[in-house]
């Protein structure tokens, strides 16, 4: 059985910082790789940035030089740390983390969301 657990998040201000958390519980014959998505209200879900199992890592244009994804496999955990938030960060922001089992397709799993509020 997969347990994917968010933590963080919060209430800050415009230039402050926030970090979340992603702890995946499961299956460790295969790899994870994690990814932050992000939904404001009345958008569509974005990208934000993922970490692949050997620590590759990928960024949305709008996060690039603020946001640093890093994984602890020692933990079985990725955070997101986000840093000079502004408002236009405000969002619901939710982890996938997709299991790798080497036979057949990958398999997501989404964590609860978490909400970020950043005022100006």
């Known amino acids: 059985q997969v347990n994917i657990v968010q933590s963080g998040g919060g209430l800050v201000q415009a230039g402050d910082s926030l970090r979340l958390s992603c702890t995946t519980s499961?299956?460790?014959?295969?790899?994870?790789?994690t990814a932050w998505f992000r939904r404001a209200l009345g958008k569509e879900r974005e990208f934000v940035a993922a970490?692949?199992?050997?620590?590759?890592?990928n960024y949305a244009d709008s996060v690039m030089g603020r946001f640093a994804i890093s994984r602890d496999n020692t933990k079985n955990t990725v955070n997101l740390q986000m840093n000079s938030l502004k408002p236009e960060d405000t969002a619901v922001y939710y982890c996938?983390?997709?299991?790798?089992?080497?036979?057949?397709?990958?398999?997501?799993?989404w964590g609860q969301g978490t909400q970020v509020t950043v005022s100006s």
């Open positions: 996938l983390a997709t299991y790798y089992s080497g036979m057949g397709d990958p398999t997501d799993y």
């Open positions: 499961g299956p460790t014959g295969g790899a994870w790789s």
């Open positions: 970490v692949t199992s050997s620590g590759r890592t």
